[in-house]
């Protein structure tokens, strides 16, 4: 049994704090952190109800490395688990180091004035991290995290080498407002208006955000239009899968969605660069963010499901030639409401952070250094994914995607 420091107090961490407390063998006491100190108790108080597990409670600006180390300290957790936003990672990573405990996270660094997630700067970290014995493990929610898990599950047991992959993200929900994102809009929107990335024969192809479009019929949910997107994990993928010829990342949108984003985006909402207005200096897109629906009042009226998963093709580990694989996840959003009180982007973040956190405490992934999802064993996470609520299954396809 292990002591755990979770920062953020999102849907996200709701998630992945109900889902710690209902492994209690695991997580054998389980704090909880955030600049919102109402926000960590009304987990708090959830968990309480749901489980009879007591979580602490503590507010704290996890960009004050000061503060943050002396409260790691105080507390003495095993691990840190970062689900506060992705501005946080590097001080979280410092802080960590200070204090010489492990780091998780579900999302790469981003600096606060520039849309540019990459890998670079966490990766800076490794020799730091692998001096003091210490293990940090980026990137384990969804996507990225459980995408790249399949990948390398298929890489283990039906595929030599991976030579395209599609990692496709639909979310099928609906939760009756006009305009809302699933997760922290400021984040979410970044990434949707960012300039869409592929990997093609050892290099990035870039072409204008949401430009290219192609319709698939996704099991649990029907058609839809999916976007071709740039993605996090397309970058570690690129990196730990070096054969591979072209790795893409699709996102479902409905026609309403794309309405409203263009129309905010064409006025100006969307920038991140600062504006005055009456005096102050704003964000417009922070001030977006905060007249938004906040994701976490969402569960309640979404309905539907996500199927969030990868094709890949390559040459088959058992010498039969080139074959495609299927490997996905359905979630329903109103179970996953049922179980944690949360919708189905957060639960399919949140339980792959618990169950990461899960393999670094159990000693199932062990190491020292900086550590990408993609450089540790797929089947420990992937047997506790089926038992956590985020079961998956595989199929054959005829061939790659015609498009
Ligand atoms: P939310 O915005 O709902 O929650 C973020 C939390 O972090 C809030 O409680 C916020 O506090 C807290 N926070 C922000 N700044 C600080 C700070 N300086 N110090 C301490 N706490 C702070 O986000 P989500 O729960 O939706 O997402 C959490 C993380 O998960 C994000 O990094 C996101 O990118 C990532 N994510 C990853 C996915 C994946 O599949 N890999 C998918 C979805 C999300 P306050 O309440 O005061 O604002």
Redesign the pocket.
């Known amino acids: 049994m292990s002591k755990v420091l979770v920062?953020?107090?999102?849907?996200?961490?709701?998630v992945c704090v109900h889902k710690m407390a209902m492994n209690a063998g695991i997580f054998g006491e389980i704090h909880l952190?955030?600049?919102?100190l109402s926000?960590c108790d009304a987990i708090a108080d959830s968990v309480k109800q749901r489980t009879g597990v007591d979580i602490a409670t503590y507010a704290?600006?996890?960009?004050?490395v000061p503060a943050l180390t002396a409260l790691i300290r105080q507390i003495a957790p095993k691990l840190v688990v970062?689900?506060?936003?992705?501005?946080?990672?590097l001080?979280i990573m410092d802080a960590c180091l200070e204090a010489g405990v492990n780091y998780l996270?579900?999302?790469n660094y981003e600096p606060k004035d520039e849309a540019k997630f990459e890998y670079k700067w966490q990766w800076a970290y490794q020799e730091r991290f692998a001096e003091k014995g210490l293990m940090a493990l980026l990137?384990?929610?969804?996507?990225?995290?459980?995408t790249s898990v399949f990948a390398m599950w298929l890489k283990k047991h039906k595929l030599k080498t991976i030579r395209l992959l599609d990692i496709l993200d639909c979310n099928g929900g609906d939760h009756g407002q006009h305009f809302a994102t699933?997760?922290?809009p400021?984040?979410?929107i970044r990434e949707v208006t960012a300039p869409a990335r592929h990997w093609r024969d050892g290099q990035w192809v870039e072409t204008p955000a949401m430009t290219i479009r192609e319709n698939f019929d996704f099991e649990g949910v029907g058609p839809k239009n999916m976007y071709l997107m740039y993605h996090e994990e397309l970058e570690s993928l690129a990196r730990f899968v070096p054969e591979l010829e072209r790795g893409r990342f699709w996102m479902t949108f409905g026609d309403a969605y794309i309405n409203h984003l263009t129309v905010l985006q064409n006025v100006g909402m969307t920038r991140i660069d600062p504006v005055v207005y009456n005096g102050q200096e704003i964000i417009p897109l922070q001030f977006l963010a905060a007249v938004l629906p906040?994701?976490?009042t969402l569960g309640a009226t979404t309905k539907g499901k996500t199927n969030i998963g990868d094709i890949a093709t390559g040459e088959a580990l058992d010498g039969s030639g080139e074959r495609t694989f299927y490997i996905y996840n359905i979630c329903d959003h109103e179970e996953a409401f049922h179980e944690t009180g949360n919708q189905a982007?957060?639960y399919?973040?949140?339980v792959?952070?618990m169950i990461g956190a899960a393999m670094m405490l159990t000693g199932a992934w062990a190491g020292e250094g900086v550590f990408n999802i993609e450089q540790l064993d797929p089947d420990p996470f992937m047997a506790m994914l089926n038992t956590q609520g985020l079961p998956w299954q595989v199929k054959e396809l005829a061939g790659p995607l015609q498009f």
Do not use: M, W
């Open positions: 920062i953020g107090a999102g849907g996200v961490s709701s952190a955030s600049r919102t926000k704290i600006d996890a960009e004050d970062n689900l506060a936003l992705p501005y946080q990672d001080p996270d579900t999302a990137g384990s929610g969804f996507d990225p995290g459980v699933n997760f922290n400021e984040i979410n906040k994701p976490e982007i957060s399919t973040t949140g792959p952070a």
